[in-house]
């Protein structure tokens, strides 16, 4: 994914940088965060809907393509996608993390290291979940739906 203007673009994907190259520019890279490189064994995306976490393990460090980032998408050979369970303090951090950041729903990436440690990369409060919800049937769409009559109903019920 890319935003673009004229003839200038911001690669949103991450990437592998060489600092080499970079260490001498005169200018900063903005908007950029540059880390440590993190050895994963699966990346977890994670719908998060009220009080709700679903959770999805993306197996993309064995294709070369996707290794960094699934989302530089090898079309003729997938990564698999499959309903995760978080670990419970892991759930329980998730949402303490949402409480504090003021947000109801949003999407939330992390990996998970070969040493079992979850790493947190990003919070999007907009959210996406079609992939999480398509992916794993967890019927979001319907979820929402019913949080939205749950939450007229009630205004109608104290009007």
């Known amino acids: 994914m890319a935003i673009s203007e004229g003839d200038s673009f911001i690669n ?3 990437a592998h940088i060489d600092l080499n190259k970079i260490k001498n520019l005169s200018e900063p890279i903005f908007p950029s965060l540059l880390q440590e490189k993190i050895e994963k064994w699966i990346e ?3 719908f998060v809907l009220y009080d709700e976490v679903h ?3 993306i197996f993309s460090q064995n294709n070369r393509q996707t290794a960094t980032d699934y989302r530089n998408y090898d ?3 997938m990564s698999r996608m499959i309903p995760y369970r978080l670990p419970l303090d892991v759930n329980e951090k998730v949402l303490k993390f949402m409480e504090r950041c003021d947000l109801d729903t949003g999407s939330i990436d992390m990996i998970l290291t070969q040493d079992n440690r979850f790493v947190f990369l990003e919070v999007n409060p907009a959210g996406n979940i079609e992939m999480v919800g398509d992916n794993c049937n967890y019927w ?4 929402i739906a019913e949080y939205i009559i749950q939450t007229i109903s009630s205004c109608q019920i104290q009007n």
């Open 12 to 14: 949103l994907q991450t």
């Open 44 to 46: 977890i995306r994670v």
């Open 55 to 57: 959770s999805m393990a």
């Open 75 to 77: 079309f003729s050979k």
């Open 140 to 143: 979001l769409e319907k979820r």
